[in-house]
Nanobody
Framework: QVQLVESGGGLVQAGDSLRLSCAVS??????MAWFRQAPGKEREFVAA????????RYSDSVKGRFTISRDNAKNTAYLQMNSLKPEDAAVYYC??????????????????WGQGTQVTVSS
């Protein structure tokens, strides 16, 4: 049974940092990603990491502030979020893809999803 479980969300002030974790069980994945969804908005791409090609992608809105990483020994993906802004507030979702060739930025490029962890940023 494949499961992705996010943790690490919380309430922070603008300028603070958080590290989100995504614990994966059941199998390993070449491509892991993070998406987020604010109330009333569509889910949007944040970051993706493809291990085999060392490919890392970031949304322009988070580039330079967020870092995606993985610990394969723990089968866990991370999203380090620095210099958080109020517009970063959202439910953050971990995603995994079985696609062997790419690190997608589209929602339909991912096969498995966590249930999300809430990040709230106050100004």
């Amino acid at each position: 049974q494949v499961q992705l479980v996010e943790s690490g969300g919380g309430l922070v002030q603008a300028g603070d940092s958080l590290r989100l974790s995504c614990a994966v069980s059941g199998r390993t994945f070449n491509t892991m990603a993070w998406f987020r969804q604010a109330p009333g908005k569509e889910r949007e791409f944040v970051a993706a990491h493809r291990w085999s090609s060392t490919t890392i992608r970031y949304s322009d809105s988070v580039k330079g502030r967020f870092t995606i990483s993985r610990d394969n020994a723990k089968n866990t993906a991370y999203l380090q979020m620095n210099s958080l802004k109020p517009e970063d507030a959202a439910v953050y979702y971990c995603a995994a893809s079985t696609n062997p060739f790419s690190a997608p930025v589209m929602i339909n490029g991912y096969d498995y999803w966590g249930q999300g962890t809430q990040v709230t940023v106050s100004s």
